[in-house]
């Protein structure tokens, strides 16, 4: 049981990358999937949210996100992905995604994914 993550890189500003976090043994969509940052010397932080089936797979975004990531899955290939459009600067980071089935109201907490994927770097800059 593990989750894969890949895609990361480095870009200019107003750049694009895919990140694609890779389920094996467990069916992706049984669970919410969660990507996570963490920007040297800052506490990991939540990014991006698609809740389990179950849920209604919706989704959610951090404000500072909204309108040039998305999340999505693709159940055939039990993958997570988040596109990231338009990046800046402050979006470099190690991007971490993360397994749970917390409640809606905690879906932000790192405490309540119980399965991560081992990061990948994204390095935004001129």
């Known amino acids: 049981v593990q989750l894969q993550a890949s895609g990361g890189g480095s870009v200019q500003p107003g750049g694009a990358l895919r990140l694609s976090c890779a389920a094996s043994g467990f069916t992706l969509d049984d669970y919410t999937i969660s990507w996570f940052r963490q920007a040297p010397g800052n506490e990991r932080e939540w990014v991006s949210t698609?809740?389990?089936?179950?849920?209604?797979?919706?989704?959610y975004y951090t404000d500072s996100v909204k309108g040039r990531f998305t999340i999505s899955r693709d159940n055939v290939k039990n993958t997570a992905y988040l596109q990231m459009n338009s990046l800046k600067p402050e979006d470099t980071a190690i991007y971490y995604c993360?397994?749970?089935?917390?409640?809606?109201?905690?879906?932000?907490?790192?405490?309540?994914?119980?399965?991560w994927g081992q990061g990948t770097q994204v390095t935004v800059s001129s």
């Open positions: 698609i809740r389990n089936r179950g849920s209604g797979s919706r989704i």
């Open positions: 993360a397994r749970g089935r917390p409640p809606l109201g905690s879906i932000r907490d790192r405490a309540v994914y119980t399965l």
